[in-house]
């Protein structure tokens, strides 16, 4: 079974361009994570799908960020215009229940320059 | 708000010493505890998850952790590291309750090397 898939693995983009992120969950789990680990600091939480429906976004950092899960599988978070703070590792992660915990996808490495 | 303290940022031990890493949180009632590990290039792996019951549970790759409501504590252990236990170690909780129990909060991170 394929686990959590992520890209791209490393994204370089100049200030004020547009970045778009994948995640593609484990088929099956319906909970899907986005969190950032910006370099020096805690992997932060973002946003909480169930389904194409958005859980939880209390985590996203302002309106420049845009998460999408449209039909229930893949997730998109964009970020429109990148600023230099926003680079940083994105971490995706998926869930069937509270008791297996979440999966986690290798990240993607986000570099505005 | 909850929150999460990994006191060492890195620490260093020779392969088939023992290992003990610290984790200490804030949390107004008892959390959900992990911990997870993320080697070079991979995702974060999960080790071992506190819930309820026996405060010593048990994980994979010889990994065990003790939680100690008294001090706040989460301390991962493993009674001989191996070269291939190199990677960087996250302490996590989780909040009991509602539907967002993936939404953790994590430490800092320790990074382990392990020397021959």
């Known amino acids: 079974e394929a686990g959590v898939t992520q890209f791209p693995s490393h994204s370089v983009i100049e200030k004020g361009q547009t970045v778009t992120l994948r995640c593609d969950p484990i088929?099956?789990?319906?909970?899907l994570y986005w969190y950032r680990r910006v370099m020096g600091k805690e992997i932060k939480f973002l946003l909480h799908f169930v389904k194409e429906s958005k859980q939880d976004e209390s985590g996203m950092p302002n309106n420049r960020f845009l998460a999408e899960r449209t039909g229930g599988t893949y997730s998109t978070l964009k970020v429109q215009p990148a600023e230099l703070e926003d680079s940083g590792v994105y971490f995706c992660?998926?869930?069937?229940?509270?008791?297996?915990?979440?999966?986690f996808g290798s990240g993607t490495q986000l570099s505005v320059l | 708000a909850q929150s999460v303290t990994q006191p060492d940022i890195h620490i260093t031990v020779s392969e088939g010493a023992s290992l003990e890493l610290r984790c200490n949180y804030s949390y107004g009632a008892t959390p959900y505890l992990f911990w997870y590990v993320q080697s070079p290039g991979q995702g974060l792996q999960l080790l071992l998850k506190?819930?309820?019951?026996?405060?010593l549970v048990q994980g994979i790759k010889g990994f065990e952790a003790e939680f100690k409501r008294s001090q706040s504590s989460f301390n991962l252990r493993k009674p001989s590291v191996h070269w291939s236990d190199a990677a960087e170690y996250f302490c996590a909780v989780g909040v009991r309750g509602g539907t967002s129990y993936g939404k953790l909060t994590f430490g800092q991170g320790t990074i382990l090397t392990v020397h021959p």
């Open positions: 088929s099956g789990h319906d909970n």
């Open positions: 506190y819930f309820s019951g026996d405060t």
């Open positions: 992660a998926s869930s069937l229940d509270r008791a297996l915990g979440l999966f």
